[in-house]
């Protein structure tokens, strides 16, 4: 990266000859004339102050490059695509105030100012200075209510399998030390290094017969750990240690090989019983387990009927019938990252960021007993949603008896069946997880002689026994059952479906379910820059009054009469319900 400094200026306003010729092109409006002229330019170069050295040749505006990359990642453009529209486009030319003259800048420019943000953990500039605005503009306030979801990324990687994944891995380990230690490689390979692992690893080259392909696999492995052996070695450069594809090739090998200990054959020798290649049910699980050796921290899940390797970005909105649907907040982890742990850190960062709501709604895989309690005592903030079904199989046949049909007395300790029995012991204790449960267990004797033991327990020759969670817990957790029932709380919670909204306009519009880049900090990059993207679209629908979309309606389902609706259906959510435009064409803007 070259040696940039930032020299502030104060900010000019629009040039003449440019905001003419760009009324003049635009008679009906646009978009990006339409955002200066409310929002002005949303960020300022002392905002990235911090990412630039005192010294050195002067930079591009820090501010200019920001909208740049907000604007590309709205348009879906490549980094020289950006720099041909800064150059040629006359409503960029208005929101970045540049003169009809100006020639722009070399596309390199914008992937030098991501790394910046990178290197300075500033990507969410791009959002929170944009947020901020918003909130001088009296477009975002706190403690309303806000809503989350989150979907499925798709890594920027070819997806392997383990016989691909190891070779691969090798060959690029290797790689990696023919461009730092080119001598030291050539004087340690063998020749048959350069014939298997010369060309890009690719099944269709690979052995087709079992026998083989396990011979292949157990010569893989021994070459690996002996590559692995010389970098061990005293005189081997200790830099080499050091690079951050050899830590992938020792955790590779660690998963999906055993070594029996003792020295490794040399590699292409035959005899190679100190190497095991793994079977399948032998693997950790696959948190723990790099699927690619050029994006290591891309993950594979299975989620219901969606498999894939990459990431999950989770998406929190403002959702005010009264105000913008704006995206306030994007979280992005590897794919193995549960939902559930997710909520803590999402509300914080909206605390942090001065946005917390009310009432946040999510759906059950955000909510346990322990986060209803947590949001309410930490931030004051409602978290709302379903909970998630009681797994036992009490709660899945009729007339048998869950947890939830026991009394509990909190205060004396004492918990009672529905046939009026009362437990002999009430213990606490802390599991593995470090998670307070109670245990509670119910007498032999009574249950044994109980008439409807049958629905009660299974135990053949134990009594009916209760894990419970601890008070606030279990009596938060029963109360969001109670809410969520009732007509009410399915009124409220019916604004949450227009998070899917969002989410659809973010994959169809904005490319939000495949990343450009390889690592989770770049793809987060990514997402802070597309939030900002929507953002923008819905800030300039909003200020041009245009009205938020209504949820499709099929015309033969129009035609249906009111008796031909199921009870319970939800009714059609309003414009105000929905966050619109859910089907946002940049076209139309």
Same mark, same amino acid.
């Given at each position: ?32 004339l ?122 920027a ?5 383990r016989?691909?994944?190891?070779? !691969? ?6 790689? +990696?030390? *023919?461009t %730092?230690?080119p001598?030291?490689?050539? $004087? =340690?390979? &063998? ?5 298997r ?50 830590a ?14 003792? !020295? ?6 035959? +005899?190679? *019983?100190? %190497? ?5 049910? $032998? =693997?950790? &699980? ?6 690619s ?10 989620k ?79 978290l ?7 797994a ?47 245990i ?6 009574d ?25 606030e ?21 019916a ?39 929507i ?8 200020l ?35 966050p619109?435009?859910?089907?946002s064409?940049?076209?139309k803007?």
């Open positions: 990266m070259a040696v940039m400094s930032l020299r502030p200026h104060a900010l000019e306003p629009v040039p003449e000859e440019t905001a003419r010729v760009a009324r003049a092109a635009f008679p009906k409006g646009n978009p990006y339409t955002l200066r002229d409310t929002l002005g330019t949303i960020f300022h170069d002392d905002d990235f102050a911090a990412l630039f050295p005192l010294v050195g040749q002067p930079g591009l505006p820090p501010w200019r490059l920001a909208l740049v990359t907000i604007m590309q990642f709205r348009e879906n453009l490549a980094d020289r695509q950006a720099a041909e529209a800064v150059r040629a486009r006359i409503d960029w030319k208005y929101l970045l105030g540049l003169d009809l003259t100006d020639s722009g800048f070399d596309f390199s420019a914008l992937s030098e100012f991501r790394d910046r943000l990178l290197a300075g953990s500033a990507a969410e500039h791009l959002l929170d200075k944009l947020l901020e605005r918003c909130r001088t503009q009296g477009l975002l306030k706190a403690r309303g209510q806000q809503r989350t979801d989150s979907t499925h990324v798709l890594a990687i070819r997806v392997l399998n016989l691909e994944l190891v070779a !691969e891995t090798l060959r690029a380990t290797l790689n +990696a030390l *023919a %730092v230690a001598d030291w490689l050539q $004087e =340690l390979a &063998p020749l048959t290094w350069y014939e692992y010369g060309k890009r690893i690719e099944d269709t080259r690979l052995p087709r017969e079992q026998v083989q392909r396990d011979a292949y696999a157990q010569t893989v492995g021994e070459d690996g750990f002996y590559l692995l052996d010389a970098l061990d070695a005293p005189e081997a450069p200790e830099s080499l240690r050091e690079l951050p594809m050899i992938t090739l020792r955790q590779t090998w660690q998963r999906h090989y055993e070594r029996s200990t003792g !020295e490794a054959p040399a590699p292409g020798h035959a +005899a190679g *019983a100190g %190497v095991r290649f793994k079977a399948n049910r $032998e =693997l950790p &699980p696959a948190a723990e387990g790099i699927e050796p050029y994006d290591p921290e891309a993950r594979y899940r299975h219901r009927d969606t498999q894939w390797t990459g990431y999950m970005v989770h998406v929190s909105e403002t959702c005010e019938p009264t105000a913008p649907h704006l995206l306030t907040q994007v979280y992005t982890t590897p794919a193995t990252v549960h939902e559930a742990m997710c909520t803590a850190p999402i509300e914080q960062a909206l605390v942090d960021k001065e946005v917390p709501p009310q009432e946040h709604l999510v759906d059950a895989a955000y909510i346990s007993a322990n986060l209803l309690v947590h949001s309410r005592q930490t931030h004051g903030i409602d709302l949603g379903p909970t998630r079904q009681n036992s199989w009490q709660t899945k046949v009729d007339g048998a008896y869950s947890v939830d049909q026991f009394g509990v007395d909190w205060e004396q300790q004492e918990v009672w069946c529905p046939q009026g029995k009362q437990a002999v012991s009430w213990m606490e204790y802390v599991d593995r997880a470090h998670k307070p449960w109670i509670v267990q119910f007498s032999r004797k249950c044994t002689a109980c008439p409807t033991r049958a629905s009660c327990t299974r135990a053949q020759h134990k009594a009916r026994s209760l894990q419970l969670p601890p008070r817990q279990y009596e938060a957790l029963q109360a969001m059952r109670v809410w969520y029932a009732s007509p009410e709380g399915q009124r409220q919670y604004r949450r479906a227009g998070i899917e909204g969002t989410l659809s306009q973010g994959v169809r519009a904005f490319g939000l379910r495949q990343t450009r880049y390889r690592g989770l900090e770049k793809t987060h990059l990514q997402h802070v820059a597309t939030a900002a993207a953002n923008i679209d819905r800030l300039v629908a909003w041009e009054e245009r009205p938020r979309a209504k949820t499709r309606t099929s015309r033969f389902a129009a035609l249906a009469p009111a008796c031909a609706i199921p009870a319970g259906t939800p009714p059609e959510q309003t414009p105000a319900d929905l619109g435009p859910v089907t064409s940049k076209s803007l």
